[in-house]
């Protein structure tokens, strides 16, 4: 009976393990069950997330073929962007009903010091569990957790924005830059990108500290807010992007200078934007206090917007070397897709590899843009050429435009608005104190050294075009962990719909009424300005001759124009005299190891093939006399006609061009040194 008893219960006991494991077992199973369906509902709404901003890019799309057909110009496509995610960002945040917490009350634990932890690890009955940190929800929100998971799913991370969407936006601008004007006007914009971005930031800082004290005595400050923070607003807040304002300057042919100043700002203020807010970051002054002013700290942040901007400008301009000079030592233009394929990924890579580096990406990018403009794009093939420009100027186009339309949705899906009417209202009235800071007093100074003047309906319609936009919005949106970056990105949510919704709607009437000329052919206005890259000699024989002034007066372009004329294009293009006639007689053999044979080929070549950045030549009356001084008549080569053949240009045509602008000549000769427009 003994062994009986102890038969049935072992069998009892193996029984009950079996069970115990099948039940453990059919546990497990559910539980992957479980995991997979909650992956699979995810997949989807994620799926669903991404579908929302294509619908939202695709009706933009037609609408703005609507507005381009019907000729309206009074809302732009980024305007009209925003007002489509505002639209899916209030369906998104009060149409759809909140699902109540499954735990009512959920567990409780006291942080004893440091910061939270980004992930938490658990131990549960022996399994470890992983949870990562999603961010803080607010008490109100407790029993909305299911809402507010779908509203985070469709708040993208920051660095999305930096790593994918900026990249083609700021290629773009310096890929497709417009030098011949760009380049008469540079001296004016580096001044308004560097000096006057600088002032805006200090005038916008100091003017928000005052705002900031003023709250702290009315009792609407409920945490803290430094001097630091009022200068990081004034750095993001400054990076102006018209681009409302420039696609109907473009689309009405408005006056290529005004174009090119406004243009050149917002594309090297972008950059400046971004460096000095990355100084104003690291401003670590010694001691207790760490925001206050320390004359140490102050010039070490110094030191490291120089690094940092100098750093990254030769880290682009480097990438774009190397692609230069790989697309002409190999065949791959006998490949355009692969050509294709290498210039886009070594583009994009210097974005990145900057920000690896610890420097500036947006500097990077740019730069490399400009320098694949003047090198890289003379070795493409004919449809590497046509690739390149069109691939990105649909990433620009479609990058700008989802981030537009994020900021409509933004409003109400971001959940750490922090919304102060004192704020708000003292930005407003600071960032136009700073625009007027910068822009005015500048013009000033830059007319006392300029023949061409930037006239005062020019100064207003720059300072009625500083709209903000995306480089201000990603600033604001890559920190929002404290109280004043939150009031900060919230404040700059509202600044950029402003101006693009009011400035850029009253771009067109604005125009009218400042008497802005439109209709303006770029390739005809040829109008130099002053204190650029171009002089007025006085007393020089209007007919042809050798001229009695030196032409060291323009010593600083010349110089760089003749070194990149006959050493680095040749090196790094198909273009250019051959490195055998400008190197010295003993560097023959490395001259003919980096001379392209197709230098030899195309005596054309050797005149630069870059258009307007080719021959200079000074232009008497008359005749026109080349750099070498020999002269010649009115039909003498001085630009390119848009087939890639030079064309002539008479006197009768640039006295034309003077007459539109209602100037009177000047007697002299004009020292004229064009810039080649490759885009």
């Known amino acids: ?220 400050l409920n945490d803290k807010f430094y001097y630091t923070d009022c200068l990081f607003f004034g750095a993001i807040i400054s990076a102006t992007d018209p681009v409302t304002v420039l696609a109907i300057f473009n689309e009405l042919h408005a006056d290529g200078d005004l174009y090119a100043l406004l243009f050149g700002e917002s594309v090297m203020n972008d950059a400046v934007a971004i460096v000095l807010s990355s100084s104003i970051m690291a401003y670590q002054p010694r001691g207790a206090n760490t925001h206050m002013f320390d004359a140490l700290a102050f010039f070490k942040s110094v030191g490291v917007f120089l690094g940092i901007f100098s750093g990254s400008f030769m880290m682009g301009a480097v990438t774009g070397v190397v692609t230069a000079l790989v697309t002409k030592f190999t065949k791959l233009h006998c490949f355009p897709l692969l050509e294709t394929g290498l210039f886009f990924l070594m583009s994009w890579s210097t974005f990145l590899l900057a920000e690896a580096c610890g420097f500036t990406g947006v500097v990077s990018v740019l730069f490399c843009g400009i320098t694949q403009a003047h090198y890289t794009y003379n070795n493409l093939s004919v449809e590497s050429t046509k690739r390149t420009k069109q691939l990105f100027e649909v990433l620009h186009f479609l990058a700008e435009n989802f981030i537009f339309s994020y900021m409509g949705l933004a409003l109400f899906t971001f959940q750490n608005h922090i919304f102060s009417p004192i704020f708000i209202v003292g930005a407003f009235i600071a960032i136009f104190l700073g625009r007027a800071f910068n822009i005015y007093p500048l013009s000033f100074l830059l007319n006392l050294g300029r023949r061409h003047k930037i006239k005062g309906n020019f100064q207003h319609m720059m300072m009625f075009a500083g709209l903000r936009g995306a480089m201000a919005f990603a600033l604001a949106i890559r920190d929002t962990a404290t109280y004043a970056r939150q009031m900060i990105f919230t404040t700059t949510l509202l600044i950029v719909f402003f101006t693009v919704w009011v400035f850029g709607g009253g771009t067109t009437p604005m125009l009218s009424w400042l008497h802005i000329r439109v209709g303006v052919d770029p390739d005809r206005d040829l109008q130099p300005s002053a204190g650029t890259f171009q002089v007025l000699l006085e007393d020089v024989p209007q007919a042809g001759g050798q001229s009695r002034t030196k032409q060291e007066s323009a010593w600083l372009f010349r110089m760089w124009y003749t070194f990149d004329h006959n050493y680095l294009k040749p090196i790094l293009t198909h273009s250019g005299p051959p490195l055998a006639t400008t190197l010295p007689a003993y560097c023959g053999p490395l001259a003919s190891c980096l001379t392209s044979p197709r230098a030899y080929e195309n005596p054309e070549q050797q005149r630069d093939p870059d258009g307007e950045d080719g021959d200079l030549s000074f232009t008497f009356g008359d005749a026109a006399i080349a750099t070498n001084g020999l002269s010649g008549d009115t039909g003498s080569t001085t630009g390119r006609k848009s087939d890639g053949k030079r064309g002539g240009s008479s006197s009768e045509e640039l006295l034309e061009c003077e007459s539109d602008s209602r100037e009177i000549p000047s007697r002299g000769t004009r020292l004229v040194f064009p810039i080649q427009d490759h885009i």
Not at 47 to 54: D, E, G, H, Y
Not at 58 to 70: G, N, P, Q, S
Not at 187 to 207: D, E, K, P
């Open 1 to 220: 009976m003994d062994a009986v008893r102890t038969t049935t219960t072992t069998l009892q006991v193996i029984t009950a393990l079996m069970v115990m494991v099948a039940s453990g077992q059919e546990d497990a199973e559910m539980e992957d069950l479980v995991t997979e369906k909650e992956a699979e509902e995810s997949h989807r709404q994620d799926s669903v997330n991404l579908l929302t901003f294509i619908l939202l890019l695709t009706l933009t799309i037609l609408t703005i073929w609507l507005f381009k057909h019907r000729r309206v110009r009074f809302l732009h496509e980024t305007g009209l962007a925003m007002i489509y995610g505002l639209l899916v960002g209030v369906i998104l945040r009060y149409g759809i009903p909140a699902t109540s917490y499954r735990n009512k009350s959920p567990p409780s634990c006291t942080l004893a010091k440091g910061p939270a932890s980004s992930s938490l690890l658990l131990n549960v009955s022996g399994k470890f569990f992983e949870y990562t940190l999603k961010g803080e929800i607010d008490s109100r929100d407790i029993h909305n957790v299911e809402q507010n998971d779908m509203l985070r799913k469709v708040t993208f991370d920051p660095e999305v924005f930096f790593n994918i969407l900026l990249p083609p936006i700021i290629f773009h601008a310096g890929y497709s830059l417009k030098k011949k004007h760009f380049f008469r006007n540079l001296g004016s914009i580096l001044t308004y990108a560097f000096l006057g971005t600088a002032v805006s930031c200090f005038v916008i800082g100091n003017l928000m500290y005052g705002v900031v004290k003023l709250m702290q005595v009315l009792g609407q």
